[in-house]
């Protein structure tokens, strides 16, 4: 499509431990397209925040991007760029939001100059215009009383303040890109919701592309145009948020929408997926999910299946599926 | 109107806004302030800097003034405490003196805490082999025996200098001899402060490492840096009194209480002639207490957790 954005194609991000490589991120794609939301959904150590934090280029030590993965912003290769090229990207271009807001912030100093430092960093700004700047944005993600707020310190502020901060900062450049690392995972419901309805809010009015990375399916159906499933590594569905919901394919994305608790539902014991997520070291030989899966043919225990496009934007990679189809 | 009880209230309210904005120094200034003792050692520390910042306009006399009519005189009124052999009044040289002891101590332990404060903070960023270089530095450093190799240096390089640069000289011996111990402090708050999840964040604002490490990550142990700054000023001003004592530090005629309380070493001064050894001794006792006291109650204030 011709307005993406961020192109991320065949993403390996490996960690070399002692013990062996862990292959957190083992061939992932995906594009992200200007003014819309990809969520990226899976649960606890499936990859998603290293997907995150491959695109920011912050992928730490024994971790590594390996060569032949491409994460394209606009036309630019951001793998291959030198440290202080992506300086010039990271928190201008391509922001992020953090899970933790009340540790995101630095203790230290007050919630201005933070912001502000950013702006004059990357937008050349005097002190006094980042300044005026800061409370313009914290006025703009809804924080009243926004000129006393620039003045005071993180541990001043709620949570949910916090967080608006932290997105006030992340949109203090105008980014093409914002990452969202599971941004409502730490607040509570109604605050959740308030989040999640600025963000929507300022997509929009900004055009600005979201990468949201979260296990809860309750804030995709919300937030997201787009979503990617991951599993162990790797992608095992992706299609648009109203056919995923609908027409959920693979066994593991079935599993996950039937595990969410209903309202109408007469059901006593929750429905969930048995067994855990393989340990990374060890992926079993074929796919990952079979160990888990109910509906596994012997297939599926030898062979990796690859991703299948079964319609148009609706990728699916699972045997019992494609084999059902042809 | 309001009535009475109304406003109580806005007065209330007053006060709650007025705290809900009180940064970080301001409820350290609070706590300092309720510690008696930490606010009698600053009291002291103030006059004594006051002393020695005006020693030229407070002192009586000139500072080499000599006056063979009163040589070794007792106290009296028109010399405070007294005149040594040379009859320069004591009063003067120790006003003079208070200025160089307080001098060492503060450039000795600025050096001290740049280099400690740099060493430690690059050491804990980077971690992995830069880490390890600079802590093995540290630890040689560290194995100095202290007195014997300033004593050694003051000795070496002091002979080759004019007596009033010696004072330079022990500043800096006891300045890059004594950086260690805050390196390896800074060190360690610099590694779990590192983990934090604002330092990732400073990275995906496309901060430069330069800037994390003096604009985030330092500041974040300014308390403990203060704290370290002013005990360690404590050990400088005593270890400048000990070389000059041995002769070492800061040489005649340059006053310094450490020189000065060498009189006591004459057998008859000690023991005739106290003006000449106790003034200086009390300085030197007065201004380690209160800067002890000071530095203790700024680390109550500044990093109550330790208490």
Known sequence: MSNTILKVKDLRTHFFTDKGVVKAVDGVSFDIQAGKTLCVVGESGCGKSVTSMSVMGLVSKPGKIIEGSSIKYMDNELTTMSDSEYRSVRGNEISMIFQEPMTSLNPVFKIGFQISEVLMLHKEMTKEEAHQKSIDLLDMVGLSRADELVNEYPHQLSGGMRQRVMIAMALACEPKVLVADEPTTALDVTIQAQILELMNDLKSKTNTAIMMITHDLGVVAEMADYVVVMYAGRVVEEADVVTLYENPQHPYTVGLINSIPKLDDEREVLESIEGSVPNPLYLPEGCAFEPRCKSAIPKCKTQRPGLVELETGHKVSCFVIQEGQS | ?307
């Open chain 2, 1 to 307: 109107m309001l009535t009475v009880n109304e406003t109580a209230v806005a007065v209330d309210v007053n006060k709650a806004q007025k705290e809900s904005i009180e940064g970080p120094w301001q409820m350290a200034w609070k706590r300092f302030r309720k510690n008696k003792l930490a606010m009698l050692g600053g009291i002291i520390l103030l006059v004594l800097v006051f002393g020695a910042v005006f020693a030229p306009v407070i002192s009586p006399y000139e500072l080499d003034d000599m006056d063979y009519s009163q040589i070794n005189k007792a106290p009296s009124a028109s010399h405070w405490l007294g005149t040594d052999q040379l009859g320069r009044d004591y009063f003067t040289r120790m006003l003079h003196g208070s200025r160089v002891s307080l001098q060492v101590g503060v450039f000795a332990v600025l050096i001290s805490v740049v280099l400690g404060s740099l060493v430690g903070g690059i050491a804990g960023y980077y971690g992995g082999w830069v880490d390890n270089l600079c802590m093995r530095i540290v630890e040689i450093v560290m194995s100095f025996p202290f007195l014997p190799l300033a004593i050694t240096v003051s000795a070496v390089v002091g002979a080759r200098l004019p007596a009033e640069y010696k004072m330079y000289i022990t500043m800096m011996v006891i300045g890059f001899l004594s950086w260690t111990g805050l390196a390896r402090m800074i060190r360690g708050q610099i590694l779990s402060l590192r983990e934090q999840e604002f330092m990732q964040a400073a990275k995906a604002l496309g901060l430069s490492d330069k800037r994390i490490i003096l604009k985030h990550l330092l500041p974040n142990t300014v308390a403990y840096i203060i704290v370290s700054a002013t005990l360690g000023m404590a050990g400088a001003i005593m270890t400048e009194s000990a070389l000059s004592f041995l002769g070492l530090g800061v040489a005649p005629p340059t006053p310094t209480w450490g020189n000065m309380v060498q009189n006591a070493r004459d057998f008859y001064i000690l023991t005739n002639r106290p003006w000449l050894w106790v003034p200086p001794g009390i300085a030197i006792f007065l201004t380690v207490m209160s800067i002890n006291l000071l530095g203790d109650g700024l680390r109550d204030a500044l990093d109550p957790k330790t208490k």
